[in-house]
Each structure stands twice: as structure tokens, then as C-alpha cells.
């Protein structure tokens, strides 16, 4: 028997911080007819992109990330601001993580980071003929450094465990599906 949509009790908003909602949700097993409890981070969507330069060069990131304590290899991202699209969202995020802006960007598709628990979505894009056009414009909790590594590295990176946020490696999944190196647009 197929899985059935389970039937929504009530839902209540436990706590509210900067960028996520705590909800608790209480639904129904079509299954067992037994009433659980699940707790969701709501969120606003992210974004993701992958810059890449007239040289085939994609423009990275290196950035603390305090859940892991570590800094991270990841590309430009963020979360979608209200009354942003996701294009408007990546392109000011490409700008101020890096200062880069692309000549045209390329919606690669999105996933659900976290099904079980979160409620939003990450849409990645390709920014494409990337350029710097000024400095970084970063927020306060922001401590980011810049670097360019070729198209053909990235493979290696990520197997070398390099880069291992897995919203990234899912943009870069998309990435060689739809741009392999070499493609034209």
C-alpha cells in the first residue's frame, strides 16, 4: 500500500528567531489512525549559485560555519528575502558574498534540503561570464574569503572532500547534468 498524506491535526509557531520558525505540527496516520507530533524549522528559501568566469573558473567561497565550527569550501547562497524572487535573492547574494555579478544566470532547478523537518526549498542558479564589479558587502555575522578554481577541479575537491556542504553538492550535481565542461548554453 502506497503512502497516504497524513492528515493535519493542529499547528502552532513554538518560537520565532531571525531566519527560521520552530512549529510544532500534530497530524494523523492514515495508516495506524494514531496522532503524532512533528517539530519543523520553517524557513524562508535559499539560494545557491555557481559562478563561473569567461575562463571556465568558478568563483568559490571559504566561510566559518559555527554548526560545525570549521571553516567551509561552499559557493555564494542565502536565503530569499521577503518579496525577493530566487533570481533577485542570487543575484544579490553573488554580489555581496563576492562582488561579482554575472552577464546572464541560469535557473538549474531546486531541492528540499531537509524533508522531514524543514519546509523550504533551495533553488540553485548558474551565473554565467561572472565579473567582479566592486567589493564584498557582507553582514556582520559574515566572514567570507574569496577564491577562483577551475571548472575541472571541482570533481576533485569534492572527492577529496574539500567541499562538503551537501546543498553544494547538490548544485554542483545539477551543475555537471544539465552544464558539463565544455557545453555551450
Known amino acids: 500500500m502506497a503512502p497516504k498524506v497524513w492528515k493535519l491535526i493542529t499547528s502552532r509557531v513554538d518560537k520565532h528567531y531571525?531566519?527560521?520558525?520552530?512549529?510544532?505540527?500534530r497530524a494523523l496516520s492514515p495508516r495506524t489512525n494514531q496522532e503524532h507530533d512533528f517539530f519543523i524549522?520553517?524557513?524562508?528559501?535559499?539560494?545557491?549559485?555557481?559562478?563561473?568566469?569567461?575562463?571556465?573558473?568558478?568563483?568559490l567561497i571559504k566561510q566559518y560555519r559555527h554548526g560545525i565550527r570549521d571553516v567551509t569550501f561552499e559557493i555564494p547562497g542565502g536565503i530569499v528575502d521577503n518579496g525577493e524572487t530566487p533570481l533577485v535573492?542570487?543575484?544579490?547574494?553573488?554580489?555581496?558574498?563576492?562582488?561579482y555579478q554575472a552577464k546572464e544566470m541560469?535557473?538549474?532547478?531546486?531541492?528540499?534540503?531537509?524533508?522531514?523537518i524543514q519546509n523550504n526549498q533551495c533553488h540553485?542558479?548558474?551565473?554565467?561570464?561572472?565579473?567582479?564589479?566592486?567589493?564584498?558587502?557582507?553582514d556582520e555575522k559574515e566572514d567570507i574569503e574569496v577564491v577562483q578554481r577551475p571548472v575541472e577541479e571541482i570533481p576533485r575537491l569534492i572527492s577529496?572532500?574539500?567541499?562538503?556542504?551537501a546543498l553544494v553538492l547538490a548544485?554542483?550535481?545539477?551543475?555537471?547534468?544539465?552544464?558539463?565542461?565544455?557545453?555551450?548554453?
Open 124 to 138: 540553485t542558479f548558474l551565473a554565467r561570464d561572472v565579473f567582479c564589479a566592486g567589493d564584498q558587502n557582507l
Open 18 to 25: 531571525r531566519v527560521f520558525n520552530l512549529r510544532t505540527d
Open 171 to 185: 548544485a554542483f550535481y545539477r551543475f555537471y547534468l544539465e552544464y558539463l565542461p565544455g557545453k555551450s548554453g
Open 106 to 116: 541560469i535557473f538549474l532547478g531546486k531541492v528540499d534540503p531537509n524533508p522531514a
Open 89 to 99: 535573492a542570487a543575484k544579490r547574494e553573488l554580489r555581496e558574498e563576492t562582488g
Open 41 to 59: 524549522l520553517e524557513s524562508s528559501p535559499w539560494v545557491n549559485v555557481i559562478p563561473l568566469t569567461d575562463r571556465n573558473e568558478v568563483v
Open 160 to 165: 577529496g572532500g574539500a567541499i562538503t556542504h
